[in-house]
Nanobody, 117 residues
Framework: QVQLVESGGGLVQSGGSLRLSCAASDRFISIVAMGWYRQAPGKLRELVASITTGGGTNYADSAKGRFTISRDNAKNTVYLQMNSLKPEDTAVYYC???????????WGQGTQVTVSS
């Protein structure tokens, strides 16, 4: 069963940058879209950014102009470059993959991002 392995979270000061990575354990599985979500304490999980196999992207308003999502289709890996981080970006960030052929979706285990003021 395919798993998503995330890395790149950590503690950074306000205005700093982090790059998150998420790789599917099966590089040959067909994935329609991959994305990043986040969940802050006491809040619902929300979409940060997503990208399709064709390169189409979608960003939350809070991420536009600061975050960039990219994808290596050959490796089934998605990246999230986060610049100009703010304390309100503090959350657990989760990777999501929408699988092809009606196989549903998968979630990563989450990686903590903490932005200090």
């Amino acid at each position: 069963q395919v798993q998503l392995v995330e890395s790149g979270g950590g503690l950074v000061q306000s205005g700093g940058s982090l790059r998150l990575s998420c790789a599917a354990s099966d590089r040959f599985i067909s994935i329609v879209a991959m994305g990043w979500y986040r969940q802050a304490p006491g809040k619902l999980r929300e979409l940060v950014a997503s990208i399709t196999t064709g390169g189409g992207t979608n960003y939350a308003d809070s991420a536009k102009g600061r975050f960039t999502i990219s994808r290596d289709n050959a490796k089934n890996t998605v990246y999230l470059q986060m610049n100009s981080l703010k304390p309100e970006d503090t959350a657990v960030y989760y990777c999501n993959a929408q699988l092809n052929y009606g196989m549903g979706s998968k979630w990563g285990q989450g990686t903590q991002v903490t932005v200090s003021s």
